[in-house]
């Protein structure tokens, strides 16, 4: 146990390290990787998608006779998750990606293809600057030109700014507070004065109902003292008494028991 932490090994004194056997291994040989998609892809055999990220077991091997700048080239081996195609893609250290090989198709590499297709627009540029010096002249005026446009540009973006820097900010804020309270109290006052004309209103009916009901009040009672003044006690005794002119005539006596009376009818 106590040589478990040993760093420095023992070596005797006739040792010769050039007799140690040399493993032989074949230059494409593969070995088994844990790695993830490097990019979006689509299955050709059963058009499976395949997301970035995803992770795989694979195998790895360098790519024999292409390199790129003495960097090795590595291409990798997998299998489609749904119908376990064989899908290949390698390393493109040129440009700090990965490429597809077979088996599948890459998506969303619209940017890729923008700058290749700059590229070869620059290069077929420089082909046609070498043959051609006219060309040359050509598109320099050309660059001339488009550097003087950007150039104008750039100066009325720095005349902006310049002039949006000269706003005062906190005066445009204070005056639009002071316009919201302008426009608060105009708001109130013309609250105010339309509860005042709703209570004025209100008011002048309340008045006008009043007025109205004393007067149909005094009305009634001036019927009824009409009416009582007219009206005596002792009608009700002569509403119904027939007259003398008729033939009748009231005829009263006297006894023990007080005042009666009785109709005599006249005879003719």
Not at 54 to 68: D, G, I, M, P
Not at 69 to 78: E, Q, V
Request: with cysteine; glycine share 4%.
């Amino acid at each position: 146990m106590s040589e478990r932490k040993v760093l420095n090994k023992y070596y005797p004194p006739d040792f010769d390290p050039s007799k140690i056997p040399k493993l032989k291994l074949p230059k494409d040989r593969q070995y088994v990787v844990r790695l993830m998609a490097p990019f979006n892809m689509r299955c050709k055999t059963c058009g499976e998608y395949i997301y970035k990220g995803k992770k795989f077991n694979a195998r790895k091997e360098t790519v024999q006779n292409e390199t790129y700048m003495g960097l090795p080239i590595f291409r990798f081996y997998i299998k489609c998750t749904r119908c376990l195609a064989e899908i290949t893609f390698k390393t493109d250290p040129e440009n700090t990606d990965y490429a597809m090989e077979h088996g599948a198709t890459r998506n969303f590499q619209a940017e890729k293809l923008i700058e290749e297709e700059e590229k070869r627009i620059q290069q077929e540029r420089e082909e046609e600057e070498l043959n051609n010096p006219m060309k040359v002249l050509e598109n320099r005026t050309k660059d001339s030109k488009l550097e003087m446009e950007v150039l104008e540009n750039l100066q009325e973006l720095k005349e902006l700014n310049q002039r949006q820097a000269l706003v005062d900010f906190e005066g445009m804020i204070d005056q639009y507070r002071e316009m919201e309270k302008r426009e608060r109290e105009r708001e109130k006052e013309e609250d105010e004065r339309e509860m005042k004309e709703m209570l004025d209103r209100a008011l002048v009916k309340r008045l006008r109902e009043s007025d109205s009901d004393s007067e149909t009040e005094e009305e009634s009672s001036s019927k009824q003292s009409n009416k009582s003044s007219s009206d005596k006690p002792t009608d009700i005794l002569t509403a119904d008494k027939p007259t003398e002119a008729e033939g009748v005539s009231w005829r009263g006596e006297v006894d023990g028991r007080g005042v009666s009376g009785r109709w005599v009818v006249k005879e003719h």
